[in-house]
């Protein structure tokens, strides 16, 4: 199985260096030469295997003869038996024909865990087949870091450095960096905004001499890993209800791209999905992009559903790369404007290939915080901003058979806007309830570029 870049001018790659390398060298993103499939029946008899499993079998597809399938399987039985919930993803049903498929049960209580928890197994034993060890820099201004911690924490052949902006992120979210124990883990309070903690990684990922000193590396969404990760879920929950015969529709809360674009991943590998519905809050590039046509930065704003607060969607450029025909010239062209302006007009043909299988739909606070209320209401089920955007969706789109919402983000991680939007606070599930008495551990450094990259590197290389 081999790679090749959204924008054409670098050498395609095998998974190791897909996986590892994240963003190519040309500046676009990796997708896999040619597709994958998996046949009918196969899909059919994925009803009711073990999660693990299923994940096997898709990753598998990507990963080509580059992992030894009994060493995949072991990852992914490790992986997810970090999850609390044994069905790892389960679905509750909400409605006729509606379904919530539940992506929170991993350590961090945020869906980022089901990607990140095999992404750091694949890392460890990736690099340890090539004797080779990396130091992996993050910013976070909530979800990420706490995910990239719980996953990467005890990896022999990675240390991870996770970056905060401080007193800007919540309690939970910060303890769920901070408490780890592990030597190969460290945790920095930045002062100032998430902005400047991002300015301070793109300034690291730019300076070659540190880049090479400590084999830098980043585990944002755009690694394909990731997104192989994230299809699975489709076809788990699918085939719960009876794909590949019945064609699913899903509901997916999105901010950088990733989780809706792991859909059209799934339909490529062979799974029958009628329509993916990206819901997006106030900030709704990915909304307006496939209403009209036009792809176009605005300004961001701060709303209830914080981990979906993005103005360019960076798993968009691959959709773009399929919908323009794999053309990588059109394709750079067309990122290079959006880098340059912030606008891109999609080609026709192009659009109508999206439209056919994406709705974009956007939701506005009130209408969040009172779908959390009528949720609760009408099923007794406590959801989360995030999942609330998805599931308010459903109420502007008209659906033909079963339909699954994707739940990104447990209760819990948000119980003052929950509360106050139903008057029920969640509580934080057991085994997490103990986070608020463990010690903490991190240290805090100024917003300099310089004095953050001479801590990375001393970290690597003590
Ligand atoms: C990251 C995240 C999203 C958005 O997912 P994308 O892949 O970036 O579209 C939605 N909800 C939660 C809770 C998240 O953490």
């Known amino acids: 199985m081999r790679y090749v870049s959204t924008r054409g001018q670098s050498p395609a ?20 030469q040619t597709w994958p499939t998996i046949p009918p029946d196969e899909i059919a008899a994925f009803a009711g295997q073990p999660y693990a499993q299923v994940a096997a079998r898709v990753l598998g597809a990507f990963a080509g003869d580059e992992i030894a399938p009994a060493d995949l399987r072991a990852m992914c039985e490790e992986a997810y038996a970090t999850f609390s919930h044994r069905a790892v993803v389960p679905m509750v049903q909400i409605g006729p024909q509606t379904f919530i498929a539940e992506l929170f049960h991993g350590p961090s209580l945020a869906f980022k865990d089901v990607a990140m928890q095999i992404l750091a197994r694949l890392y460890d034993h990736l690099l340890g087949l090539q004797g080779r060890r990396q130091t992996i820099l993050c910013a976070t201004s909530g979800d990420t870091g706490g995910a990239a911690v719980e996953a990467f924490r005890g990896a022999k052949n990675v240390k991870l450095v996770a970056m905060f902006p401080k007193g800007r992120i919540s309690e939970v979210q910060r303890r769920f960096m901070t408490t780890a124990t592990e030597p190969n883990i460290a945790c920095v309070a930045v002062d100032g905004t998430f902005d400047d903690c991002q300015a301070i990684l793109k300034d690291a990922f730019q300076d070659q001499v540190l880049k090479q000193a400590v084999d ?12 192989a990760a994230q299809a699975v879920y489709y076809f788990t929950t699918a085939a719960a209800l009876g794909a590949p015969d019945r064609a699913v529709n899903f509901v997916v809360p999105s901010g950088n791209f990733g989780d809706a674009y792991a859909g059209y991943v799934a339909t490529r590998l062979g799974l029958p999905i009628r329509r993916i519905v990206a819901a997006t809050n106030a900030n709704d590039i990915l909304a307006r992009a496939f209403q009209t046509g036009r792809y176009a930065r605005g300004a961001v704003q701060a709303t209830l559903s914080p981990a979906m607060d993005i103005q360019s969607a960076s798993n968009f450029e691959r959709l773009y790369f399929e919908g323009v025909g794999r053309e990588p010239v059109e394709t750079t062209r067309a990122f290079q404007a959006f880098a340059n302006a912030g606008v891109v007009d999609i080609p026709p043909a192009a659009l109508a290939t999206m439209q056919a299988l994406f709705t974009g739909v956007a939701i506005g606070e009130a209408e969040t915080a009172r779908t959390i209320l009528v949720t609760l209401n009408e099923t007794g089920e406590l959801i989360d901003p995030h999942t609330a955007v998805a599931v308010a969706a ?10 699954v919402v994707l739940s990104t983000a447990h209760p819990a991680k948000f119980p003052q806007d929950v509360a106050k939007a139903c008057g029920v606070t969640p509580d934080l599930p057991r085994g ?3 986070l608020a008495g463990r010690p903490e551990r991190f240290d805090h450094l100024p917003g300099e570029a310089a004095t953050i990259k001479a801590y990375v590197r001393a970290f690597a290389e003590a």
């Open 394 to 403: 459903l109420r502007h789109v008209a659906l033909e058979g079963p339909v």
């Open 216 to 227: 830098l590396a980043a585990v944002n969404s755009i690694n394909f890993a990731r997104i």
């Open 432 to 434: 997490v309830a103990t």
């Open 13 to 32: 790659v095998g998974f190791t260096d897909a996986v590892l390398g994240g963003l190519a060298p040309d500046g676009g993103l990796y997708v896999p």
